[in-house]
């Protein structure tokens, strides 16, 4: 697994979201958007080689085990963390509103960028025109109820 040597006072934690997928950082608050992307494309290459989940996945059966319909939708992985893009919540109280596309520089840092500690950012990869398309799933209450049937 993909882990940095030390984490400092200084560091701060992020969760960065795409689909049905959390990925929790600790990264430094000076660090670039270059850097951080890499980082994050690490991780999701290590934890989503197939790519990664747009909805919540079923709890699997041992029918499933081979079904790849089973698993459920994903986004393919970029090559290049150039790929991807970045959003903040529109509100932050309700992140469902939707989400404010950040335009980052390869010198801007989170920082600069207004993303503070347990900020919640969604992520997504830039198509071959340059669209991106913030989609984030969020679990709700009908969610849980469905699992429990």
């Known amino acids: ?16 979201k795409h689909g049905a997928c959390t990925v929790f950082l600790f990264v430094d608050p000076m660090s670039t958007f270059a850097d951080v992307s890499s980082e994050l494309l690490e991780v999701l290459q ?27 939708p994903v986004t393919a992985l970029p090559d290049d963390a150039s790929q991807i893009a970045y959003a903040l919540p529109k509100s932050a109280s309700d992140p469902t509103q939707g989400w404010k596309p950040l335009k980052v520089g390869s010198s801007d840092t989170l920082v600069s960028k207004g993303v503070k500690n347990g900020a919640m950012v969604a992520f997504a990869f830039k198509d071959d025109d340059g669209e991106v398309d913030f989609e984030v799933h969020f679990p709700t209450y009908d969610d849980e109820i469905e699992e429990e049937m």
């Open 1 to 16: 697994m993909v882990q940095r040597d030390n984490v400092t006072d200084v560091d701060i934690t992020i969760l960065f």
């Open 46 to 72: 290590e934890r989503y080689p197939e790519g990664i989940p747009i909805a919540p996945r079923p709890a699997p059966t041992s029918a499933d085990d081979n079904d790849e319909e089973a698993k459920g």
